[in-house]
């Protein structure tokens, strides 16, 4: 049915549209520093770990941050984003996300999560489905953020499935990355023009089809 043995899901974008929500705490955080954003610039966010997608809207303010000062903005957005997330439940579900998730269960693949934000384990518990995989990295005990391979090569290895085996779902440009630069097959969530880099690009879970990659 499948030539994969296991799939690695990233979450905000994918399973979830906490994406948005990354969006809304950044455009705050960044419009408060006076710096302007937009959903063009917040692409080049998506996947980034927290500290890293501050350093990249701080790179168009006129003034230097000292390490205390970018810490205490980067917790600013967090708490912002916990109060956005705070009242997600399994309707903030994205269409097709349950059905992937046991499509694949059902083909009897590994399933894992890889997502670098450190809020992941309580979205998931939000959403109802943290039972739902074999294996969650904790984004914790990454080093080095997406389009760094790490997480993937990290779920993998926890999976114990060889990465050549494994097919990874991701929304973003440099959670596509990491999952090539990890000899994943990379199936992309969004629209190819932005996507170049993945194997496949679907619009949604909707529609997702295991047998076809
Ligand atoms: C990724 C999102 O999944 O997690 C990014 O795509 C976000 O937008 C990153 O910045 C880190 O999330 P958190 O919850 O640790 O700040
Ligand atoms: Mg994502």
């Not at 954003?37 to 006129?62: V, Y």
């Not at 109060?83 to 994205?94: F, G, Q, R, V, Y």
Request: with cysteine; net charge negative; proline share 3%.
């Amino acid at each position: 049915m499948s030539r994969f043995k296991a799939v690695i899901f990233d979450l905000d974008g994918v399973i979830t549209d906490t994406a948005h929500y990354h969006y809304l705490a950044w455009k705050q955080l960044a419009e408060s520093q006076g710096v302007h954003f937009d959903h063009a610039f917040n692409e080049n966010l998506k996947g980034i770990d927290r500290m890293g997608s501050l350093d990249l809207i701080l790179a168009s303010s006129s003034r230097t941050y000292t390490p205390e000062e970018k810490l205490a903005l980067a917790d600013t957005k967090n708490l912002h984003y916990q109060e956005l997330i705070a009242t997600m439940s399994s309707k903030d579900l994205l269409p097709g996300a349950v059905e992937a998730l046991d499509a694949v269960r059902r083909a009897g693949l590994r399933i894992g999560l890889a997502s670098v934000s450190k809020n992941a384990f309580t979205v998931l518990g939000r959403l109802g489905i943290t039972d739902k995989f074999d294996y969650v990295v904790d984004a914790a005990t990454i080093a080095r953020g997406k389009p760094d391979p790490e997480i993937f090569l990290k779920a993998a290895r926890e999976l114990g499935v060889a990465p050549a085996d494994c097919l990874g779902v991701e929304d973003a440009v440099a959670g596509v990355a990491a999952i090539k630069s990890a000899g994943m097959f990379a199936l992309g969530i969004g629209h190819p023009f932005v996507l170049t880099e993945a194997d496949v690009v679907i619009t949604s879970l909707k529609e997702f089809n295991l047998a076809a990659y």
